[in-house]
Structures are given as C-alpha cells and as structure tokens.
C-alpha cells in the first residue's frame, strides 16, 4: 500500500478509537498518575522508565505519571514526529523549554557550542549569559561563513577538540537569512573534535512544512509549537525531534526537569496538526503577495524574504532550493528613516496586529530591537542588521489585499514623507473593526 501523506494522517494516527467509547477524537487524559495491573509490572515500568534496564522483546510500555507520558500528549507527539520523519518526538511546556532541555541533556562544563548568531533573543540570552556560568564554551558563525571560514575559526579558537553541539537557526530570526544545515553536518563530521557532534536545527521560522532539517544531516529539530505547530495564538509549547537514542536522553532530562507540556496543551496541539499543512501554504501565499508589494515600494530601504531569492543572490539562493521547500511567511524590512517612523509605521496599522510571536493565523507586526531582540546588546544587533529601522511581519490568513491595504495604512501614518512617495504608496481606504 502507498504510503499516506501526512496531512491524510492528523485526524487519526496513534488514536483507535474502538478502545475510547468510539471518540473520534483523541480523549484529553486529565489524570495525573495511572494504575498498574499488578506491583510486578509497576516495578518493571519504573525500570525501563528509569533507565534500569534495557528494554526487551515482550515489555509492554504502560503509562506510569503525567511527567513521564500520558496517552494525550503520546498521541500529539506520535504525529508530529510524522512531518519531520523523525524517529521521536518530545513535547516541551515551551520553546524554549525543548531548546534549554536539549542544551542541558548534551552540553557540560568545558564543552563548546558552535552556534550561528542571529537568533531568537530568548535563546541567544540563555547562550551568552547562561551557559558560560554553567561552563560551557560558546563561539558564533555567520550563515554566510563557508565551512572552510568556520573550521579555520575553529581551529583559531583552540576549542575544536571541546566541539559537542552545534546549534543553529535557519531562517535566522528576524533577518531571515539561511544557514546551510547539510554544510554543518559536514563541518560537524569533519571536526577534530574528541566527542560525537551533535547538529540541532531551530525550524520554528519554515516549519515542518516546509523545511525537513533532519533529512539534510541534523540530528535534532527543535520548535516553539506555539507558532506555526499549535498556529492559533492560544497555547505555548515547544517540541524536539530526533533520532531515537539522543530522544532518550531529552527525555530523560525533561522527566527531571519536569517541562512537559500539559495534556490540554497536547489536545489543542493535536487540533492543530490537522490543519497544519492548510494554513501553512495560504501564509506563504499571502506573503509573498505581500513581499511583493513591499519589494519596490519607496519607503522601504530593505526587503528581507527568503521567497524572493534570486540566482544572483548566490549561495543564499542556492540554499533556499537546495534545502526549503516555501520561502516561508515571515517578512522584514528596514523603514526609512529609523525608529520614529518604525514606530509610527505600526502604530498605524488597524488589521495587522501589534504583538510579538508568529506563524499564527492572524498577521502581527513588531520592532526587534525593542521587542522581541531587546535584551540582545545594541552593538551586536547592529552588527547583525537588527536596527532601530527593521520592522518584522508575520503574515496570517486573512485575504493578502486586506493585509496590503493595511500595510498601506502604516505607511500613510508616516509624516515625514515626500509628497511623491505618498501618491505612489497609499490607496486610501477604511476598515471596519
């Protein structure tokens, strides 16, 4: 029998419903602890659980607590380790709640993490200033870095040897710029580093949609679920996937830490899942519509967008066929001027919502360097392109010429702006909230 896609597989995989009262959907399991048929196979689960022992032919694996697993949140994890055809999946309270875990489960004192350096500013934060209290070596590249350029740093840094992890963001966030994830596994296979390297791939930014990071070398796949995954704006949640044997050791953490998420969350995760592919592919029509329109458009000094990759713009362009499947649905752009007219620019806009996050149903619009990149120092955001004038887009499911015309009212609310630019930029209209 052919084998189904994905999308065919959300409304049904891992849950029978004959064994739940015939419930089409999977029920939420609200239960804390669960009871074992007998003190025998309670003791045999709490080995295996516990890593006791290993697992053998005819063990039967039961539910045991909700920190452990729970058939709700099994069931979510089953499916979307179907989009990334991963091995295992592990769902976390948070992004990054599944970032900090995996950081935790592989990286100790005196071990170097290789790292690209545009990156969510929560995770770049826990990189600069956590890890270097716990001991652990950090170093950045850049997506434009050959792996040549990197090894010779590398090699310069005196660190090789100590390489464990290397962790990067592609798109980066909020510059949107790719970073090649079979060259890093490369880059990690070639190391002269005394320990198994481990690639972890941040996929929030495409999604498991449109980007497979663990079909292209890495070992990890890690996602805030409360974007594109969960896409509603109602819950937080983070997942990680993998290979089964590093997934162990995730769990194992996440069992101590005690960062599952909840079986609600699971639910509405689950929800989700089956119009995942849905949503996904209308955002990146629409943005590109979007991107579009802002691509010529006389106000805007830079357009940053991986679907508008051209053969000229290289090894980025390369990357994007090579590797992505959708240029995606977030946009950002630098506003002329700088912060006064970023500022004025959102405030302006009626339907596009001003929030942070992305990816869910609903378009929303932020300032980086005040919001979402705030805690990350000045001289390094500008050294990275985040400035006072980058306005990042996250564009959702309403029609793409509402979000056009919207787009429009931000930049009518502008006042210091040539006359000409006006005529060229603004249809005035009005929207009806």
């Known amino acids: 029998m052919k084998k189904k896609h994905p999308q065919s597989l959300m409304m049904s995989f891992g849950h029978r419903p004959n064994a739940h009262n015939g419930a089409i959907k999977c029920p939420i399991y609200q239960s804390s602890t669960f009871v074992f048929p007998s003190a ?38 089953k499916r979307l380790a179907l989009w990334d055809k991963a091995e295992d999946c592990a769902l976390f309270s948070s992004g990054m709640a599944a970032i900090t875990t995996a950081f935790f489960s592989f990286l100790k004192p005196g071990d170097l993490l290789l790292h690209s350096h545009t990156l969510y500013g929560g995770t770049s934060h826990f990189i600069a200033e956590i890890l270097p209290k716990l001991g652990v070596k950090t170093l950045s590249f850049s997506p434009n870095e050959s792996k040549e350029q990197i090894l010779h740093r590398l090699a310069k840094s005196g660190e090789e040897a100590n390489l464990k ?53 890495a070992d990890l796949v890690l996602y805030s679920a409360t974007k594109y995954i969960a896409g509603h704006s109602d819950v937080v949640a983070g997942a990680c996937l993998g290979k089964a044997s590093l997934m162990q050791t995730i769990r194992t953490m996440r069992t101590f830490l005690g960062n599952m998420t909840d079986p609600n969350t699971a ?39 991986p679907g508008l990759l051209r053969p000229a713009d290289g090894e980025q362009y390369e990357i994007l066929k090579r590797q992505c499947l959708s240029g995606g649905a977030m946009i ?26 992305l990816g869910s149903t609903e378009s929303l619009a932020e300032h980086p360097a005040s919001m979402t990149h705030a805690g990350v120092p000045k001289e390094e955001r500008q050294a990275h392109g985040i400035t006072d004038k980058m306005i990042r ?22 006042r210091n702006v040539e006359k000409e630019e006006l005529e060229f930029a603004y249809d005035v209209f009005s929207i009806e909230m």
């Open 40 to 77: 025998e196979i309670g003791k045999r689960q709490f080995e295996l659980a516990y890593g006791l022992d290993e697992s053998r032919e005819n063990d039967e694996s039961l539910f045991i607590y909700s920190r452990l697993n729970n058939p709700t949140l099994e069931v979510c994890e």
């Open 165 to 217: 992890m290397i962790y990067a963001e592609t798109p980066c966030n909020p510059t949107l710029e790719l970073v090649d994830i079979s060259m890093l596994r490369d880059l990690a296979d070639e190391s002269i580093s005394s320990q198994e390297i481990i690639v972890a791939i941040d996929n929030t930014n495409l999604g498991p949609v449109w980007q497979e990071p663990l079909s292209h070398g």
């Open 267 to 305: 639910w509405l995760v689950s929800r989700s899942l089956e119009t995942l592919k849905v949503r996904m592919d209308q955002q990146a029509k629409n943005a590109q519509k979007v991107a579009e329109y802002l691509q010529d458009h006389p106000l805007v000094e830079k357009l940053y967008f």
């Open 332 to 357: 950002s752009f630098d506003i002329k001027g700088g912060e006064n007219e970023a500022f004025e620019f959102l405030n302006g806009l009626k339907l596009i919502k001003l929030a942070v996050s």
């Open 393 to 414: 887009l996250s564009i959702g499911l309403e029609h793409y010429e509402d979000i056009i015309n919207d787009v429009k009212l931000g930049f009518s609310n502008i």
